[in-house]
């Protein structure tokens, strides 16, 4: 039934992968909270990349720092950023910002930095937090994931 299920497919694939990576649980989970970090920023759609190439300048896990970014995913993605929002703007003191009357560049570009620095400055907040937590969640996880047996999928019968 859940095979059908792509999300919960690349869920359990995800897991696998910081299940069989070789490395210290240190270091799984240094990459992987590094990856809950820039997933939490407002950088949809290029987190992974910022999230391997920095892992690649640190030295630290790409793989794990991969699979942390998926934090924000399409379902997520929404109610993050909707709270980074909201907590940047209280942080800050803002106003909600205005949506312009007339939808053209010039009205949406002005509007970019109503709503980026709050949604930054939010996300520099939750980001620490998630990755602090994280990384003391990975740091314990890890050991339990590696003793885990976990079942291949369930394969159809060829028909002959």
């Known amino acids: 039934m859940y095979r059908r299920w792509s999300l919960m ?4 694939l995800n897991v696998l992968r910081l299940i069989r990576l070789r490395a210290e ?8 909270a590094l990856g809950i970090f820039i997933g939490m920023t407002p950088t949809f759609g290029i987190q992974m990349v910022i999230a391997v190439f920095l892992a ?3 030295e630290e896990n790409k793989i794990a720092a991969a699979v942390g970014v998926w ?18 703007r209280l942080l800050l003191g803002l106003d909600h910002a205005q949506l312009p009357s007339e939808l053209t560049f010039s009205a949406l570009k002005s509007l970019g930095w109503e709503v980026m620095l709050p949604m930054a400055s939010g996300s520099l907040l939750y980001g620490m937090i998630a990755s602090i937590i994280s990384y003391m969640v990975m740091l314990q996880a890890v050991p339990v994931f590696k003793t885990l047996r ?8 060829r028909k002959r």
């Open 9 to 12: 497919r690349q869920l359990k």
């Open 25 to 32: 649980p240190n270091d799984i989970a240094k990459g992987f």
């Open 56 to 58: 690649m300048l640190l």
């Open 71 to 88: 934090i924000t995913n399409p379902l997520t993605a929404p109610f993050i950023y909707a709270l980074e929002y909201e907590s940047g």
């Open 150 to 157: 976990i079942p291949r999928w369930p394969r159809r019968p």
